[in-house]
């Protein structure tokens, strides 16, 4: 790769920390994809073997003197797999169902099970979301406004995923799916164009503010390009593993990207998102339908309002004259001076009345503000007119034809694409060279050119031919990255622990022949995620236990050679889903716009009990940048910046705290004791079906006399009120457990 832009002197000291061109095309990321022959293992050890992830898996732990942990017990293995592949725990009658079955492939066919489920979508589509920076706000600092329509996106992914959609593909749509659709400007939307539509949503995914800003022409220029920025980093940070915003203001110190690059990358997008022809947020809507049924319903809209307003306008005028003779009689009960101040607020347009006036009116309300009541009281003859014109404004207003439905896609709006510049220094305010369409050198390889062929008549065609090159085989980062993802949300680390940075900064692969070999195997089977997972959790690297072992421990604490399943705690949707499929409460409906949150006296982000879909999935939830969920902020639910590749898991005091003292845990745990009181009789079966219900299991003895103590602790049950109470009080120390926070 050559570094083409030159550095002032002053710059160019930090240049020579620069990696060589020979460092960097030598970097392992930016080298084709090999398919690397799977290790042979001694026979003894071959009995271990499920998969061919073993093979490389068991070569490692070998060099190391490390032995694999034995197989997890079937119990601890469906509740893995099932908040792993749909993210909600198993009943107990499909515990005790896997630990009864078998048949040799048992472990298998539950594999499937959990594969067919339309959860498993929900579950999955979530995990991509993240790293698609998907929301339902603009995210512009306290305006942080609504997108209500972001939500087909989110639809989109999830069926994707269920149809198990080739990933290619899958980016392909997201990336191009106007093109793919060919889509023109004002041309009949089909149903079938729908959804290649609703795709592109992904690239408007990232903060946009632009509905809310203000000020000077350069600050909204400011606005405009940061959109653009956030853009461009989504790209780079879930298909290129790169943190390419750095090369914004000068090439990047430390990857192999120039600032002319960074600045070819947004001028594929320049044609849709056009500093120079702005379209807000609102106004990128496009109406469903062909352009016939459009034209209809806006002319008959356009119809129905004109009555409405006609009508609306007959009411006030048949009852202007009497409310003025009333008004005039009200107003003598004030001084002279009173009235006129009075009448000269009443005379201004509303938008004109100051403080002082509007307080006024307030302050005179009864005199000046004359309901349909009074009048028709005062003078009768009104009454059937009024009657009757406010009877055919109800009808008209219920006969109004509902508008056509919209989605929020990404098309290109400026035909002929306009010219793109490097901004010197990153100012927007300096533009210098031009910089044409393109992509990193240092990602292109023989037989993966980024070439740009005119698509259609209102696209330039620059989208689709990213499209082509990311998804490319001979690309070789995009497949390594997904297939690096769907590791780290089995094992809770990827074999490359920097998820979203496979650059030259980034961690190097702990595993880098297996990595290939998964990726190689991606690509064959048509870049389909199923069977990858397939690969991967029928593994015995995977169903091995958690057990403690000091030798395993003490060689490898981090668990970086596998020797072992590490301990993950759920993730913030798992926790508050596991708590309302535990009840019985959950709601299962899918797709759908969100449901809204509400902000509590003490600042709390919270969905309200009484709220229609309050018990929803999580994924369902209203996703808001600035003001998340508090329950799910409080369990590291994603934070987006623009996107969340990679959410922490971290072990604080307001987690604790927040199982405590939540109005959602405390309304929870009473349904799960009333639960288990429904369903059991006695203490002892109370206690089984508890820890069944939320842990997968039974209470081993330690835990039963736990309880049992717990249990003596609290107020004697000498009536069903306090028995209640005890057993929602013993529910919620469950919910708090390790036992149920955590998956072996």
Known sequence: MIWAVALPAAEQKSERNKPTVHAVSNHWAFLPVSHPAVPNVAKADARWIRSSVDNFILAELQKRKLTPAPEADRATLIRRLSFDLIGLPPSPEEVSAFIEDKRPDAYEQLV??????????????????????????NGYFDADSDRPLAYKYRDYVVRSINDDKPFDR?????????????????????????????????????????????????ELRVDRYSVIEGTV????????????????????????????????????????????????PKERLLTLGTRAERERNKAAIEKADREIKATKESIEGLGAPFRKVILQENLQALSEAERTKVQKALDAKEKDRGKEMKDLLKKHAALVDIKDEILTERFPELTAGLTSLQRSLKKREQERPAPLPQISPLVETTEPPPQHFILVRGNYAKPGAEAPP???????????????????????????????????????????????????????????????NFGVTGAKPSHPELLDFLTTEFIRS?????????????????????????AAYRADPDNKWLSRFSTQRLD???IRDAMLAITGELDLGMGGPFVEKD?????????????????????????????????????????????????????????????????????????????????????????????????GRPPTAEERDAAEEFLRAQAPASNGAADAAQWTDFCQMIFASNAFLFVD
Not at 182 to 211: K, Q, W
Not at 253 to 272: D, V
Not at 599 to 621: C, D, F, M, N, W
Request: charge should be positive; glycine fraction near 6%.
């Open 438 to 500: 393109g992509v990193p050198a240092v990602l292109t390889r023989p037989g993966n050119s980024f070439s740009v062929t005119k698509c259609a008549a209102s696209s330039s065609g620059r989208r689709m031919a990213l499209a082509n090159w990311l998804t490319s085989t001979n690309n070789p980062v995009v497949a390594r990255l997904m297939v690096n993802r769907i590791w780290q949300h089995h094992f809770g680390m990827g074999l490359v622990p920097t998820a979203d």
């Open 572 to 574: 913030a949707e798992s």
């Open 599 to 695: 902000k509590t006296e003490e600042g709390q982000y919270v969905i309200a009990e009484t709220k229609p879909g309050a018990h929803r999935r999580s994924l369902y939830l209203q996703q808001r940048r600035t003001t998340p969920v508090t329950f799910l902020d409080v369990f590291d639910g994603a934070k987006m910046n623009p996107n969340c590749v990679q959410r922490t898991s971290s072990t604080v005091a307001l987690q604790s705290l927040a199982l405590l003292n939540s109005d959602f845990v405390r309304a929870r745990a009473k349904a799960f004791g009333a639960r288990i009181m429904r369903e059991a009789s006695t203490q002892p079966d109370r206690l089984d079906r508890a820890f069944r219900l939320a842990i």
């Open 112 to 137: 499937e099970r959990l594969l067919r489920s339309p959860h498993y979508g929900e579950r999955w589509g979530r995990h991509w979301l993240d790293a698609a920076g998907y929301a339902d706000s």
């Open 170 to 218: 899958f980016v392909r749509e997201q990336i191009a799916g106007d093109e793919l659709a060919g889509y023109t400007n004002n041309c009949d939307i089909t149903p079938e164009m729908e959804e290649l539509l609703v795709a592109t949503h992904f690239l408007r995914n990232a903060p946009d503010g632009t509905s809310e800003s203000d000020g000077n022409a350069a």
């Open 526 to 550: 048509g870049w389909k995620l199923k069977p990858l997972h397939r690969l991967i959790v029928n593994s015995a690297t995977y169903r091995q236990s958690s057990i403690y072992r000091e």
């Open 233 to 280: 980093q989504l790209i780079g940070s879930v298909f290129m593993g790169m943190t390419v915003q750095c090369a914004r203001c000068h090439d990047h110190k430390f990857e192999p990207i120039t600032q002319k690059e960074y600045y070819q990358l947004q001028a594929i997008l320049r044609p849709a998102y056009d500093p120079d022809h702005w379209l807000k």
